[in-house]
């Protein structure tokens, strides 16, 4: 069975469609790359999956389960966004653990799974610092280790490397399929990038003006588009 499955999902904001109703399917384990220009939807699309937007139509069902209207905190999973949104206030080991300690969970577990994010995200020695002492890069890293801690299934990625220079972006790209593989998790990561998206997906789900161009294999995309938009945006070089 899918993991994620899309059926027919749309939104509107009052009176204006942005998507008017996508389908698509993710396996458990797949690493799907949501591409496509500025305002084409992707975030949208990926807040309603992760209940930070309200579906218009049709439904999200994870494992079979229907959740298009559960609850953001409800939802098994963890969204990865570009801004970092860490509380400069707190230490790297009090903004990971902070949604543990919210949830009252162990204090002994919750150290053991950030000394386990710890290392996974190579962040040791830098536990007592602020955000303000790090550089984009450990940030970057601290706020998917907030993510890893609560050991989701499925993540949401939206356009997390957009602060990054072009080096760090490169080898952020590694770090991320690396940590999907480590978690046996199942991944969305949405890009504008068309070189992100070739180097990274297993598939990718191609969008423009809230509609699904084409779905697959990056071989796929490239050597057999369906239409001339997916043929130029996927053969464009950065
Ligand atoms: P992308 O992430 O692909 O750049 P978005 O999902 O942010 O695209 O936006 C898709 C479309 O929805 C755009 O036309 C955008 O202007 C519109 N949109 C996004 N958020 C809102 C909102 N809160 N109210 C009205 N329109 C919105
Ligand atoms: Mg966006």
């Not at 490397?161 to 990561?189: G, P, W, Y």
């Amino acid at each position: 069975m899918a993991h994620l499955q899309l059926q027919k999902v749309g939104k509107s904001y009052g009176a204006v469609e942005v998507i008017p109703g996508i389908d698509f399917e993710i396996n458990s384990g797949e690493f799907l790359v949501l591409v496509g220009p500025s305002g084409s939807g992707k975030s949208t699309l990926l807040k309603m999956i992760a209940g930070l937007e309200e579906t218009t139509s049709g439904k999200i069902m994870v494992d079979g389960e229907d959740i298009t209207h559960l609850d953001p905190s409800a939802r098994d999973l963890a969204m990865v966004f570009q801004s970092y949104a860490l509380y400069p206030h707190m230490t790297v080991r009090d903004n990971m653990s902070f949604a543990l300690r919210m949830r009252g969970e162990d204090p002994a577990e919750i150290d053991r799974r950030v000394k386990e994010a710890v290392v996974m995200l190579d962040l040791g020695g830098l536990e007592n610092r602020k955000p303000g002492q790090l550089s984009g890069g450990q940030r970057q890293r601290v706020a998917m280790g907030r993510c890893v801690v609560r050991n989701p299934k499925l993540f949401l990625f939206d356009e997390p490397l957009s602060n990054l220079d072009a080096k760090l972006r490169a080898q952020t790209r590694i770090e991320i399929r690396r940590l999907h593989e480590r978690l046996n998790a199942t991944s969305i990561f949405v890009t504008h990038d068309q070189v992100e998206a070739m180097t990274m997906a297993d598939r990718i789900a191609l969008l423009k003006d809230g509609k699904l161009q084409q779905i697959g294999s990056p071989q796929d995309l490239y050597l057999r588009p369906k239409n001339t938009f997916v043929a130029t945006f996927i053969g464009t070089p950065e």
